[in-house]
């Protein structure tokens, strides 16, 4: 840490006279393997995140958009956040058509040991039995949740699906009208989705904050850089976002810091080749006293995260941390924090290639910032800038591989 020690001081005083003047598998019961398609970071629920009345007795119509397709899929329900069961009557799945309309003859009923209902106790997951179903390559699936009469008062969800979901009350069934709808951009109890694939495929495994999650991409049109890194790989490679708004690497931020989750969020998911490291600005932004600390123990957290990406057989990718000057963050010493820290992700020899969102998203005449074009806040990136992000996410990756 002496070296980083010393960097930090170097960028600190060169601010100050600039102010002055992814190959793991998991396998199925009939030797398949099965690779992650779709995930999200399941979180705790607080009360401004529920519906506004329970999801007792009512039906939850949610929207996701795969990455790679597959005949054979499962599901999994998280309660993992809750501290009471969630009583589940039925789900069924469908090709999603325009806002919360579906296709209603691709609809198919999920089971699990056989039954249409499940009861998930508190803090476990489960997963539906196989389905048979056409997933196609980045396509919409409409997912639809009929809760029974025992719901917890603190959902598992994920706050930022920056997609709508629809609830009603009464079951649905796959040719009943989300009429009077309530609309929340959160999404309720789902957790991933796995497809089983002739031959093995690559599954990119993303962790990160609100610029992963996609704060400042447009609601229902996929355009986080993850959507943007899935399509630019033609849909054949597994992209799982794994991002928290407000998400911090070691201590702060919203929901359980990466130092927390990154065994379960990440090294749980399916078929997981590479994972991608892209968070900390939530630990070194804004006025605190001691950024030197805090970068020694960003790097204690990626070099754990590392080690065990490399225990577990993955290529690791370690991503810059992109400028926020004029941002609420903007602060003299934080500048130097992750000027220190791309400092050492750009010098790591331990990880297979870095992704310099930094360098493909500044503002040339001024390394501090974003480019004006790609940020509608200085912090976050806009529709625009999350596609320079996605596309040079996946010509980095490819050029490593």
């Known amino acids: 840490m002496e070296n980083v020690m010393k960097r930090f001081l170097v960028n600190l005083g060169v601010l100050g006279g600039l102010m002055l003047g992814i190959t793991g598998t998991a396998s199925a019961s009939d030797g398949k393997d ?13 009360p401004g995140d529920m519906p506004k009345s329970s999801l007792s007795g009512r039906a939850l119509r949610e929207i996701v958009q795969v990455s790679i397709p597959g005949e054979t899929m499962r599901m999994q329900l998280s ?3 809750s501290k009471e069961p969630v009583e589940i009557k039925s789900v069924f799945i469908a090709n999603a058509l325009d806002s919360c309309d579906i296709d209603v003859k691709s609809a198919k009923y999920l089971t699990f040991n056989g039954k249409k209902s499940v009861t998930i106790p508190a803090g476990e997951a489960v997963y539906c039995d196989e389905l048979q179903y056409d997933l196609k390559p980045l396509q919409r699936l409409a997912i639809t949740v009929n809760y029974g009469e025992q719901t917890p008062v603190n959902a598992s969800s994920h706050r930022g699906s920056r997609t709508t979901s629809y609830i009603i009350n009464g079951e ?9 709808a309530e609309k929340l951009d959160h999404w309720y109890n789902i957790s991933c989705i796995d497809v089983q694939t002739e031959q093995p ?3 990119i495994a993303i962790i990160g904050n609100s610029i992963t999650d996609g704060r400042g991409s447009t609601t229902n ?39 927390v989750r990154f065994d379960r969020d990440v090294l749980g998911q399916t078929g997981v080749t590479t994972v991608v490291i892209f968070e900390g600005v939530n630990d070194i932004g804004g006025k605190r006293p001691n950024h030197q600390e805090i970068v020694n123990n960003i790097i204690e957290a990626y070099s754990s995260f590392i080690k065990k990406s490399k225990d577990a057989g993955k290529k690791v990718y370690l991503a810059t941390i ?10 003299h010493f934080s500048e130097a924090a992750r000027l220190t820290l791309n400092d050492w992700i ?14 493909a998203v500044r503002d040339p005449q001024n390394p501090s ?3 004006e074009k790609y940020s509608d806040d200085w912090l976050h990136l806009n529709p625009a800038g999350y596609e320079v992000m996605g596309k040079f996410a996946a010509e980095t990756l490819k050029a490593n591989n």
Not at 172 to 180: L, M, R, S
Not at 223 to 232: H, I, S, T, Y
Not at 346 to 359: E, L, S, T, Y
Request: hydrophobic share 40%; net charge negative.
């Open 322 to 331: 992109t400028p926020y000057k004029n941002s609420f963050y903007e602060n």
């Open 172 to 180: 649905a069934k796959p040719k009943t009208k989300f009429v009077d």
């Open 201 to 203: 495929t690559e599954c």
């Open 79 to 81: 309660n993992i956040h």
């Open 34 to 46: 099965w690779t992650g398609s779709w995930a999200t970071a399941v979180e705790f629920t607080g």
């Open 369 to 371: 910032q974003l480019q």
């Open 346 to 359: 750009r010098a790591n020899k331990d990880v297979d290639g870095v992704i310099d969102f930094d360098a």
């Open 221 to 259: 049109l996929q355009n986080r850089w993850p959507d943007f890194l899935a399509k630019a790989l033609d849909g054949k490679v597994g992209v799982l976002n794994l991002g928290i708004g407000g998400n911090a690497v070691v201590n702060g931020g919203l929901s359980e810091p990466a130092v």
